[in-house]
C-alpha cells in the first residue's frame, strides 16, 4: 500500500521543525560561550533534546552556579515533557515497544503537531514528523553554533541571546489563554526578578516553582473556579 506523504500534518512537522531547528544555532554559540565543548554541547542537545531544560542548564553553567543547580533547574523545565508523555500515550496509543524511542522525541513541537489533528494516523504522522524533524535540525544546527561559536565571540553581539527568549516567548504566550496561566506566569516572572539578584545561578527558578505551587494549591483550596479559569488546553 502506498504511503500517504505531506499530509496536512506532515506539512505542519516539517514547518514547525524549519522554523523551530534553526535555534539549535543559538544554543551552540551560547553553550560555548558558557565554558562547555563543542562535543559537550552536541551531547546535551542529542541526549537531553529539550531546548528550555538546555538553555537552562547552560545559563546556570554560565553564571558559573554549580553542577546541582544546574541539573535542578533543567530537570524542572524538563518535568512537563512527562506530563506531554502521558497525555500523547492516552490519544496515539502506540505498541509499547516504541513508548521507549517516543519519549525521545516528546518536546513541546511534536507534542502541538499530534493533539492539533483529528484524525488518528494524521497525529501519529504529526508527532514522528515534527520530533524526527526538530531532533534533526536543533542537533545539526547545535553543532553549526558550537564550531561557530569559538570564532564569532560573544553571542550577544549577534543577538543570539535574544533569539532563545524570542522563542521561548513564541512557545509559552499562545498557552496563556486562561486566567491561572497567565497568573502564574506573572507570578512566577516576579518571584525570579526579585530573587536574581539575591541567590545564586539556577535557584531563582527553584524558588519560582515553589512559590508558584503554593499560590497554586492555597488558590485551589481557598478560591472556588470561575469560567474563563482553565489552562491553555
Not at 523545565?77 to 506530563?83: F, I, S, T
Request: glycine share 14%.
Amino acid at each position: 500500500m502506498r504511503l500517504p506523504t505531506f499530509t496536512p500534518a506532515v506539512r505542519m512537522g516539517l514547518s514547525i521543525a524549519a522554523a523551530v531547528g534553526v535555534y539549535g544555532v543559538s544554543f551552540g554559540a551560547l553553550s560555548v560561550a558558557a565554558g562547555l565543548n563543542v562535543w559537550q554541547t552536541c551531547a546535551l542537545s542529542a541526549l537531553m533534546f529539550t531546548g528550555g531544560s538546555q538553555f537552562a542548564f547552560i545559563g546556570v553553567i554560565g553564571g558559573a552556579g554549580t553542577g546541582g543547580a544546574a541539573w535542578a533547574a533543567a530537570t524542572l523545565l524538563g518535568v512537563r515533557n512527562g506530563v506531554y508523555g502521558m497525555q500523547l500515550k492516552a490519544l496515539i496509543r502506540p505498541p509499547r515497544r516504541l513508548i521507549p524511542l517516543m519519549a525521545q522525541f516528546t518536546i513541546d513541537e511534536s507534542t502541538a503537531t499530534a493533539t492539533a489533528q483529528e484524525d488518528h494516523d494524521e497525529r501519529v504522522r504529526g508527532f514522528w514528523t515534527a520530533g524526527l524533524g526538530v531532533y534533526v535540525l536543533w542537533n545539526t544546527f547545535t553543532l553549526v553554533g558550537a564550531l561557530a561559536g569559538n570564532a564569532i565571540g560573544d553571542p550577544g553581539q549577534w543577538g543570539l541571546d535574544g533569539a532563545a527568549v524570542a522563542a521561548f516567548l513564541g512557545l509559552l504566550w499562545p498557552r496563556l489563554t486562561g486566567r491561572d496561566p497567565a497568573a502564574i506566569a506573572v507570578l512566577a516572572a516576579l518571584a525570579t526578578i526579585v530573587t536574581l539578584p539575591l541567590v545564586p545561578p539556577g535557584i531563582p527558578v527553584l524558588i519560582a516553582a515553589v512559590v508558584t505551587a503554593g499560590w497554586w494549591a492555597w488558590r485551589r483550596r481557598h478560591v472556588p473556579a470561575l469560567p474563563g479559569d482553565g489552562g491553555a488546553e
